[in-house]
């Protein structure tokens, strides 16, 4: 009897040490130079520079003189968006974009918040610094960084900024927001090194907080921004308060998750598959599998050469917006590829597609946005962060259209601390820009959970 004590209290205490040990893990990374050359003897300028979105007649006219001259292509018959961006619509929205479209006034609407930049690892970081104009008595605003994707931008943020610093319900939590260009996205400058992948942005985003004052924050992400987030966490999980994500790919598929695969139509319960589970996984040769095939072509040109086609996309205008808005209406909804006009107006406006856009166009940044794909994906798939947990609480927000359906089960082999998991009611990949008034309540409900749990 003692003896059989003894060996449960060492294998208890052993699976409890592995698990602490486990728990105790955190991604490593050194500081890197992304700037020109070798870096520089003298220590970095730190100085927060003050920064605005301008144009030019110049910009205009050879925008113009470049939409003007491209060469129309007739669409297959009966096509709607499955061969790609529908040519007969799209003309519709370069006539629009050419003679409609007023670029000034977006700009304006860019400048409406306060835009910065700053020096970091040889790189100027852009950056939106929103502070809340009105704070309760006895709180103090909650700081929170907030990260875009691909083919985003900082822009996605612009209809979820004013929810969030300046709420209607009394009783919200009010935000101080940085929504930061990924370096070579926007307005930051691109490295001019190979290398720069997730964990990189997210040791620059670590300091460029800090720069701001800020020991401690809530992160939020979607796409790439829901890597780099992550990789936040992993770095310094005392520093990330909370983490939320509307995406969350499963980064290593474990024996749970492929028995899930195998076994959760027929058992549901099991592994606590909800009904709109099984309708976004099964059949899933068809769902896991074609539906994969067919919406990352995509992927594999920017995994492996991205230069020579965005070199392409680089020098035209039209063809940079096919590409990337092609992306806005199959993302928004997989089914709206059966359209004439593939629904990109029913969610977005063209104004606000055509303002990112042109934050592409303006910047020259698409072939340096498509290298990031590269770096992350160049170095496989087993990269230390795939194999880390994340202890930092986590809320999910899990959109019914969003491009991969991630169950609960799975989201929870990552995040080990998944306070929130939220089935939303509308919405796909860029919900932060689609459905701003639920990402806002969803965040509010997590940080509030995380909030009171410390608390106590």
């Known amino acids: ?57 110049e910009e205009l006219e050879d925008l113009y003189r470049r939409i003007d001259q491209t060469r129309p292509v007739s669409s297959l018959e009966d096509s709607q968006f499955h061969y790609g961006f529908n040519s007969h619509y799209l003309q519709r929205v370069v006539s629009y974009w050419r003679n409609d479209f007023d670029w000034r ?23 939106v610094h929103v502070k809340p104009k009105r704070v309760p008595e006895g709180t103090s605003a909650i700081p929170l960084i907030m990260v875009h994707g691909w ?9 979820l900024i004013p929810l969030l610093t300046e709420p209607s319900d009394p009783g919200d939590l009010v935000f101080e927001v940085v929504c930061p260009s990924i370096p070579g996205y926007g307005f930051s400058e691109a490295p001019r090194k190979k290398g720069f992948d997730s964990v990189c942005a997210a040791r620059i985003f670590h300091k460029l907080m800090k720069r701001l004052g800020f020991q401690q ?32 790919p499963p980064s290593k598929p474990g024996l749970q998750m492929v028995l899930s695969i195998m076994l959760g139509r027929r058992f549901p319960k099991l592994f606590g598959f909800t009904d709109m589970d099984v309708e976004r996984l099964y059949p899933c040769m068809e769902k896991l599998v074609v539906e994969s095939i067919k919406e990352s072509g995509y992927m594999h040109i920017q995994a492996t050469k991205p230069d020579t086609a965005g070199r392409g996309l680089n020098d035209s ?22 359209l004439d006009d593939g629904g990109l107006t029913r969610k977005f406006s063209l104004d606000d597609l055509l303002t990112n856009v042109m934050i592409y166009w303006t910047s020259g940044c698409i072939i340096s946005s498509m290298r990031f794909y590269k ?48 089935p939303m009611q509308r919405g796909g990949h860029f919900a932060a820009m689609e459905e701003p008034q639920l990402m806002a309540e969803d965040i509010q409900k997590f940080t509030k959970t995380v909030e009171k749990k410390m608390k106590q």
């Not at 039209?318 to 806005?328: D, H, P, Q, S």
Request: aromatic share 14%; net charge neutral; with cysteine.
């Open 217 to 248: 924050f809530y992160a939020h992400g979607g796409d790439w921004g829901w890597l780099v987030t992550t990789n936040m966490a992993q770095l310094e999980p005392k520093t990330v308060k909370g983490l939320h994500v509307n995406f969350a």
């Open 151 to 159: 083919p985003g931008s900082f822009y996605e943020f612009y209809g």
């Open 1 to 57: 009897m003692f003896t059989a004590v003894l060996v449960a209290l060492v294998i208890g205490g052993l699976i409890i040490f592995l698990v602490q040990r486990r728990r105790n893990q955190v991604l490593k990374t050194e500081d890197g130079w992304w700037g020109p050359g070798a870096p520089p003897g003298a220590e970095e300028d730190i100085t927060v520079r003050s920064f605005k979105v301008t144009t030019s007649d």
């Open 317 to 338: 205008p039209v063809g940079l917006a096919a590409y990337i808005l092609e992306k806005f209406s199959t993302w928004t909804d997989h089914d709206f590829r059966n």
């Open 375 to 422: 770096e992350n994906f160049g170095k496989g798939l087993d990269a230390p962060h795939a194999k880390i947990p994340v202890y930092v609480p986590t809320g999910f927000a899990c959109f019914p259209n969003e491009l991969m359906h991630t169950p609960k089960l799975w989201v929870k082999q990552k995040y080990r601390n998944l306070v929130s998991f939220s």
């Open 105 to 127: 006034r977006q700009v304006d609407k860019l400048n409406q918040y306060p835009h910065f930049k700053t020096s970091i690892e040889g790189i100027d970081v852009h950056y």
